[in-house]
């Protein structure tokens, strides 16, 4: 087996702040990611969602599945739905939301598609 060239590996820290780019500056303030495969869109595969107190996402539309792991902080869904520190969450392809926190939260996010604007 030969061994994993630099080119071949990339690697942040979720506690360096300086890995996190932000996610939209005109639409979502003080929401950031940190993305390591930039092969990608932007909002799909695997990527590191961080929302600062009190900002929230657009709403959108997802264009594939999402699935999502709280890592910390609180996360509230148009809806009303509540997501803790623990929550394994799964919305199906096509769900429409936006989201919402208090206090802060980091997000560990899958997504399959690409976002888009809200349809309903």
Not at 11 to 39: C, H, Q, W, Y
Not at 61 to 86: C, K, S
Not at 92 to 117: N, Q, R, Y
Request: hydrophobic residues 30%; contains cysteine; glycine residues 10%.
């Amino acid at each position: 087996m030969k061994p994993i060239e630099a080119h071949e590996r990339r690697v942040a820290n979720i506690r360096d702040s300086a890995a996190f780019e932000p996610f939209d500056e005109n639409d979502e303030p003080g929401t950031s990611m940190l993305k390591l495969n930039t092969d990608l869109p932007r909002d799909v595969g695997f990527y590191i969602y961080k929302m600062e107190p009190g900002a929230s996402s657009t709403p959108h539309q997802h264009g594939g599945a999402e699935e999502f792991l709280m890592l910390e902080g609180e996360l509230i869904d148009n809806d009303g739905t509540v997501y803790r520190p623990g929550d394994v969450v799964w919305l199906a392809p096509g769900t429409e939301h936006s989201s919402t926190t208090k206090t802060g939260c980091l997000i560990a996010v899958f997504a399959e598609g690409e976002e888009s604007p809200p349809q309903g």
